[in-house]
């Protein structure tokens, strides 16, 4: 990696969207991209079911829109979920050009249908590891690149903002094998957040433990504004079995036929909704959540995803990370029914941006899940991230080559700085990560009320008071800093769910059962410290114009 203190652009993360924004930067001037770990262990990788594409003419990208702003509820931003659909096709033909092999039949791509989709559009790749084949192929391009430079175990820990601009990153370099962590700022021309999600802010996620949900705390404590916080989608399928982490139970399960019972041996589904298992993620999330309310307080009731029934299908050919995950545990697709339960998966809010990426802050960009277009309103639609990652990376790159303030002063670099990698009461900061993760879940997850909000505000707040004096002794320790992450994302979600009064898509009010005609197409908006308000995206569009 170049020890260069200034570089043209730099980019927070190395997921679909960070990658595929650095290798358009990289023909126009030097790209240093920063991700937490190693290359490539992001949400991209771990993502199964495949990438949503219209790859069969007008029509079919047509019902591509209809399905997205469907499934978003009353709250997707249309002219975004446009730019999707339309760019789509460019986007992953670009890709399969640049190495990444999907699965075919002959010469043919195989296509497979996901919940709340009209039309089989899925690709996948090597059965259940689309995301795996989309970042390998991504970061083998990158690396190709002479000006992408990349710096692994590497975060972000402040935006330097000047005169209203973002001109600079610090960040801190851990060497796990030297136990010793290297300080610095960096200054670029234009600034890109992909660093992903949050889910790591809830006890029971499909997601990563990077996801930390960095990249949206560094913004907003930058002073740009989030949007649709509450918006944080559960996906209704996570291996359920005690001591063993979440594993994602891919929506193409149910794509290619899975049935969903309660602990009775009932098909339900079709209690809640007319699509049965194939309705969209958040019906069947609250159904299965319904399904596994136990009488017995702090019990629940197991519910199960059923293949046994399925003909005609290779299950270890077409699912077979998630079959040898499962043959781990004794399980078997052929012949048990599988344990499942939701389990937080997806941001639908973030840095809200336009539709090119821009922010309110001059000189800083938002790409992937780490932003918020309205793309998704309040439920994505199944395998639109990833296609969202490529759409809205690309774009965010090409407003940056075009900043009319990007030859601007770019400030001067700190000099850089040794710590100790070592944590002070490293047993206490996990404990308090823990007890956040649990307050979000029992307060701010599946079902909520004014009651559970209120209380998990004042059980953040007092975790966020006893971590000061940790912090304190710990600034550049990275748990830590994790730690005051996700202090910040959770309080965006509590605050935006509690001001929203009605049930939207993934967020569900209790005491406000219904939706609510007069916050159709508004969204809510966030800024550190300040009240919640609620207005209609293209109102926001005219503050990302500098």
Same mark, same amino acid.
């Given at each position: ?100 092999? /999907? ?71 851990? &060497? ?20 992903? $999600? ?66 009775? $041996? ?8 007319? *699509?049965? =298992? ?13 399904? !596994? ?6 019990? *629940? #009731?197991?519910?199960?995803? &059923? ?9 270890? @050919? %077409? ?21 499942? %339960? ?7 809010? !973030? ?22 277009? $309205? ?16 759409? /809205? !990376? ?14 601007? !002063? ?40 004014? =009651? ?29 800093? =994790? ?7 959770? %309080? ?7 001001? #929203? ?9 209790? &005491?406000?059962?219904? %939706?609510?005609?007069?916050?159709? @197409? ?25």
């Amino acid at each position: 990696m170049s020890r260069s203190e200034i570089v043209d652009y730099l980019v927070i993360g190395a997921g679909i969207a960070g990658l595929r924004a650095a290798i358009e930067l990289a023909n126009h001037g030097e790209v240093l991209v920063i991700t937490k770990e190693s290359l490539g262990e992001s949400n991209t990788h771990y993502a199964q079911g495949g990438i949503a594409v219209a790859t069969e003419g007008r029509e079919d990208v047509a019902l591509h829109l209809e399905d997205t702003v469907a499934a978003g509820d009353g709250l997707v931003y249309r002219p975004a979920a446009k730019v999707l659909v339309e760019e789509g096709p460019e986007r992953v033909a670009e890709l399969i050009g640049w190495g990444a092999a /999907f699965d075919r039949k002959g010469s043919e791509l195989l296509r497979t249908r996901e919940a709340a989709h009209s039309h089989p559009r899925i690709l996948h790749a090597n059965g259940d590891a689309t995301g795996a084949e989309i970042s390998r192929s991504l970061v083998a391009f990158a690396r190709a690149h002479p000006r992408i430079q990349f710096a692994e175990w590497t975060m972000a820990t402040n935006l330097t903002v000047e005169h209203g601009r973002v001109i600079a990153a610090d960040l801190i370099s851990a &060497d796990p094998d030297a136990h010793r962590s290297e300080s610095r700022r960096v200054a670029a021309r234009a600034i890109l957040i992909a660093s992903g $999600g949050a889910g790591q802010v809830y006890s029971d996620t499909t997601n990563p433990a990077v996801a930390t949900g960095d990249g949206i705390a560094l913004a907003v404590c930058a002073g740009a504004e989030l949007a649709d916080m509450e918006f944080y989608q559960f996906h209704p399928t996570a291996l359920s079995l005690p001591g063993v982490p979440r594993f994602l139970l891919s929506e193409a399960l149910r794509g290619e036929g899975a049935y969903l019972r309660n602990d009775h $041996g009932e098909r339900f589904m079709d209690r809640y909704h007319p *699509s049965l =298992e194939l309705a969209p993620r958040d019906v069947v999330a609250r159904a299965i959540a319904r399904e !596994g309310i136990s009488s017995d307080p702090g019990q *629940s #009731r197991p519910v199960y995803l &059923d293949m046994r029934h399925a003909k005609g299908i290779d299950l270890t @050919q %077409r699912f077979p990370g998630i079959s040898r995950f499962l043959g781990v545990h004794g399980l078997s697709l052929y012949r048990d029914l599988i344990p499942v %339960r939701p389990a937080a998966h997806y941001l639908m809010g !973030g840095i809200r941006t336009d539709l090119d990426g821009r922010t309110t802050l001059a000189g800083l960009y938002a790409a992937g899940e780490a932003a918020c277009t $309205g793309v998704h309103g309040a439920n994505r639609l199944a395998s639109n991230s990833l296609l969202e990652g490529l759409v /809205f !990376g690309a774009r965010a790159a090409q407003a940056m080559l075009a900043d009319p303030a990007h030859e601007r !002063g770019i400030g001067t670099p700190a000099t850089p700085e040794i710590t100790p990698l070592t944590c002070q009461n490293e047993a206490a900061a996990e404990a308090l990560i823990s007890r956040l993760q649990s307050c979000m879940w029992q307060t701010a997850g599946l079902l909520r009320d004014d =009651e559970t909000l209120r209380e998990g505000i004042a059980e953040r707040d007092a975790i966020e008071v006893s971590l000061i004096p940790i912090a304190q002794q710990n600034v550049s320790n990275r748990r830590v800093f =994790e730690a005051q992450s996700l202090l910040k994302v959770s %309080r965006a979600i509590l605050l935006s769910a509690l001001a #929203r009064t009605e049930s939207r898509g993934a967020h569900y009010r209790n &005491d406000f059962p219904k %939706r609510d005609a007069d916050l159709s @197409q508004k969204h809510s908006s966030y800024r550190a410290e300040s009240k919640v308000d609620f207005e209609c995206f293209e109102s926001h569009q005219a503050r990302v114009s500098f």
